[in-house]
């Protein structure tokens, strides 16, 4: 059983900057793409940001492009997303996901398999 365990949140002014950790058990990490996402309340869940298992390609929703980046480090098991130029906006609970399919040649992912339990970041203004 996969478990991912989102870190880093908390509460920022606007124009702050966040970065949130993801950290994920099981051997085959380097393996899968992974994803950000995020819920503000009484809204759906949105994309933010994917990363492949490699790390050279990355993808963005447009209301995080510039702003936002994700990363990986393999031989930590762990994902980012560092969170510059933050606004009122962003404030949601943030979830990772891993890719359903082991090395997939698919990139952004079709389907995550695995989420985390979510940190809640919270931007004042």
């Known amino acids: 059983q996969v478990q991912l365990v989102e870190s880093g949140g908390g509460l920022v002014q606007v124009g702050g900057s966040l970065r949130l950790s993801c950290a994920a058990s099981?051997?085959?990490?380097?393996?899968?793409?992974m994803g950000w996402f995020r819920q503000a309340p009484g809204k759906e869940r949105e994309f933010v940001a994917a990363?492949?298992?490699?790390?050279?390609?990355?993808n963005y929703a447009d209301s995080v492009k510039g702003r936002f980046t994700i990363s990986r480090d393999n031989a930590k098991n762990t994902v980012y997303l560092q969170m510059n130029s933050l606004k009122p906006e962003d404030t949601a609970v943030y979830y990772c996901?891993?890719?359903?399919?082991?090395?997939?040649?698919?990139?952004?992912?079709?389907?995550?398999?695995?989420w985390g339990q979510g940190t809640q970041v919270t931007v004042s203004s």
């Open positions: 996901a891993r890719d359903r399919v082991y090395g997939s040649r698919w990139f952004p992912p079709r389907e995550y398999s695995y």
């Open positions: 099981g051997r085959t990490f380097s393996s899968y793409a």
């Open positions: 990363i492949s298992w490699s790390g050279d390609n990355t």
